[in-house]
């Protein structure tokens, strides 16, 4: 009787055993699987976070460029306005264009301006050249001097004074210290000697056909 039981008894060891081994078999399996799938979440999380980090450098360096960009924009806008507006103060006459300041200089800095311009202080060759620079009624240097040699009048282009525009009773050299010329009177003869280093607005001229 005890012999029929032992076979019985065997399978059942069998069957336990072989399901204690598929239990620990899922286990080990579970385990693997959440192992590699946290390596693979921890992996792809990595990466992200680096190119989120990498993006925002990228955003930072865009908005730097940007910011830097906009203000050479500005810049270059303003300089073109700028310009533009010079451009505009050219006027035409007779061959020859002028160009009239807006602001207030000596004569040799006036002088200087004209020359940057590729023009040089206005030589005043005729009554209608006299005319047309006087009828923008302004005190401005002309290109006269006698600060070579005293009471010898010479125009910036080297020649001498021929025809002259003097007010009455100039050139008078007041303290003896006026050796440069402006428009100064409202009125045909508009010249007057004044002191080089004062400050006037000033007309350049540039010659369209030399
Ligand atoms: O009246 C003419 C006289 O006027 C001024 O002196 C009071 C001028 N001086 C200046 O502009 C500094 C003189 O040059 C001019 O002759
Ligand atoms: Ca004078």
């Known amino acids: 009787m005890m012999a029929a039981a032992e076979p019985g008894r065997k399978l059942y060891r069998v069957v336990v055993v072989s399901l204690g081994l598929l239990c620990i078999l899922q286990a ?3 385990i693997s699987l959440r192992l590699a799938l946290y390596h693979s979440y921890s992996t792809s999380y990595n990466t992200l976070k680096r190119n989120l980090s990498d993006c925002d450098n990228k955003t930072l360096d865009l908005e730097a460029s940007f910011k830097t960009l ?21 006027k035409y006459f007779s061959g020859s264009f002028y160009y ?3 602001n ?3 004569w040799n800095e006036s002088r200087t301006d004209c020359l940057q311009r590729w023009a040089d202080l206005v030589v005043v060759n005729s009554e209608e050249e006299q005319e047309f620079i006087n009828q923008y009624r302004k005190t401005m240097w002309i290109g006269l001097t006698d600060s070579e040699r005293e009471g010898t ?4 282009d080297g020649t001498p004074l021929t025809t002259s525009f003097w007010h ?5 050299n007041t303290n003896k ?3 440069c010329v402006e428009t100064k009177f409202r009125d045909k003869n508009s010249w007057n000697d004044a002191v080089c280093g004062n400050r006037n607005s000033w007309i350049c001229e540039k010659k369209m056909f030399l």
């Open 70 to 90: 906009t203000e050479e924009r500005d810049e270059l806008k303003k300089k073109l306005t700028d310009c533009v507006h010079d451009q505009q103060r050219w």
């Open 177 to 179: 210290s006026e050796d």
């Open 28 to 30: 080990a399996l579970n």
């Open 168 to 172: 009455s009773g100039e050139p008078n």
């Open 153 to 156: 009048w010479k125009w910036v």
């Open 100 to 102: 009239i300041s807006s």
């Open 104 to 106: 207030m200089k000596t």
